[in-house]
């Protein structure tokens, strides 16, 4: 599996450890415990056995627009789109049995200029035999190839994952459980993940309102805290050349505030030939429809082959399908990435895009081309809801191409380099200035340095 603590690390190992200790730090949880220690060895007759590590990246991006794109890339450049620092503690308390706590320092989920410190991933592991694996705790969703492996850098090439499809996963951690059945097989190993769980506080909506509405909601960042539940299924191939995956998703999306969600807009006559598009139920018109949570499909495949001669490929594609919500995130996306190998140095090239679906899309054209005349009373307030409406809808379609570079240094760090340029036709990634439109062509370049390393 895509483990953390699979990777080449200088650890320190504490024997002896008292049984007091054992159980507070199982009581903590484990993060990506698989049954044996860090180093891969078993427990002995000495007790317990604790075993450390480090990974982190200092990243800095700057774009040629002034506008923000990725909610801190702009002009001015920035630490805090790709920077992270974190440590893993692994204990055995048996060979059956183990936790692992991962403390992570990061920018904070509901702030734009805050850093928070959290427990990325705390879980126990409970290994009955070779070919199962039970955990439960707070874990991270085994969507696509890399997401057990976001937070460090040091395990892959590119100098960030692409946006399109990474950036745009339903959940990214859960609390629950999961539960995994292998399979050695003389060509690899075959597995399948089982899991369910929920993300309360774990999740926070980022929407920008270009304008907001003037008296009641103030222009700007605005966070929405989320309760995500989410289960699924993923069967994954590890081979020597080829790892794939492919996954089915279900999650289910609620406001931890008890706020309803808009089915869709209602169409509002205000006089013959007059009109707006209601988008609340506190506003005038017939009436919203509205429900307590949205319900969503995910289906995830992909895989990474190496070809020979020092060539590599990756591909993935994410699928999202909404149940519920007419304006809900709904959209394909996907990318293909090369890459070239010559011994420490490697440079990729990459392609990616992300079509939105028909609804979001044709609603944002109808709220933003819907005016209600100066006339009318209470025109301004109408004008400003169908606004702020449109900037909340996922809508986001665009393509990009990235050609970059990393270098490792040593075994467990690497030096990336990246130019990245985006054109979008839409996209919730722009903070969309003031009176601009959101449906307009838009384009960007980002160039990306970073450091990462593990040990």
């Not at 450390?52 to 801190?72: E, L």
């Not at 702009?74 to 790709?82: A, E, I, K, N």
């Not at 597995?191 to 909601?217: F, T």
Request: charged content about 20%; glycine content about 10%.
């Amino acid at each position: 599996m895509n483990r953390w603590h699979r990777l080449p690390a200088a650890k320190r190992r504490l024997r002896g450890a008292s049984a007091a200790l054992a159980l507070a730090l199982a009581a903590a949880g484990g993060c990506l415990a698989q049954g044996v220690p860090a180093d891969g060895t078993d427990a002995t007759d000495d007790g317990p056995a604790l075993s450390w590590s480090a990974f982190g990246t200092a990243g800095y991006a700057v774009s040629d627009r002034p506008w923000r794109y990725q909610r801190y890339i702009d002009d001015g450049g920035t630490f805090r789109r790709d920077s992270v620092l974190g440590a893993q503690l692994d204990l055995q308390l048996t060979p059956q049995w183990s936790a692992t706590l991962q403390p992570r320092l990061a920018p904070a989920s509901r702030s734009d200029k805050e850093w928070h410190l959290t427990a990325a991933w705390a879980f126990a592991a409970w290994r009955p035999g070779n070919d199962w694996l039970l955990r439960a705790g707070k874990l991270r969703v085994p969507f696509m190839l890399r997401s057990e492996q976001l937070d460090v850098g040091q395990t892959y090439d590119e100098a960030r994952v692409p946006a399109e499809v990474y950036q745009l996963l339903p959940a990214n951690d859960f609390t629950g459980a999961h539960v995994t059945r292998n399979w050695s097989l003389d060509a690899g190993e075959l597995s399948l993940d089982l899991y369910r769980g929920s993300s309360p506080l774990q999740n926070r909506n980022r929407v920008w309102l270009r304008e907001g509405i003037p008296g009641a909601l103030p222009a700007g960042v605005r966070f929405n805290d989320l309760e995500i539940t989410v289960q699924g299924a993923v069967l994954t191939w590890r081979g020597a050349d080829l790892t794939a995956r492919a996954g089915v998703h279900h999650t289910r999306v609620r406001s931890t505030e008890g706020s309803a969600l808009m089915v869709r807009p209602s169409w509002a006559e205000l006089a013959p030939g007059v009109g707006y598009w209601q988008t609340s139920n506190g506003l005038p018109g017939p009436g919203v429809t509205e429900v307590g949570a949205s319900n969503n499909l995910a289906l995830t495949v992909g895989g990474e082959a190496r070809l020979g001669g020092n060539w590599r490929m990756a591909a993935e594609l994410l699928h999202v399908v909404p149940r519920e919500l007419k304006a809900g995130l709904a959209f394909t996306s996907g990318y293909v990435t090369a890459y070239r190998s010559w011994s420490a140095l490697t440079a990729y090239a990459s392609v990616a895009a992300i079509r939105a679906a028909h609804g979001p899309r044709d609603w944002v054209r109808r709220l933003e081309s819907t005016t209600v005349p100066a006339t009318v009373p209470g025109a301004a307030l109408l004008n400003a809801s169908m606004r702020a409406r449109a900037d909340t809808i996922p809508l986001i379609d665009q393509r990009s191409l990235a050609l970059g570079a990393s270098y490792a240094l040593t075994p467990h760090s690497r030096l990336k380099a990246e130019w990245l340029h985006v054109r979008a036709h839409g996209s919730q990634f722009i903070d969309t200035p003031a009176g601009e439109p959101l449906l307009r062509p838009r384009g960007v370049n980002v160039l990306s340095m970073s450091y990462s390393f593990a040990f």
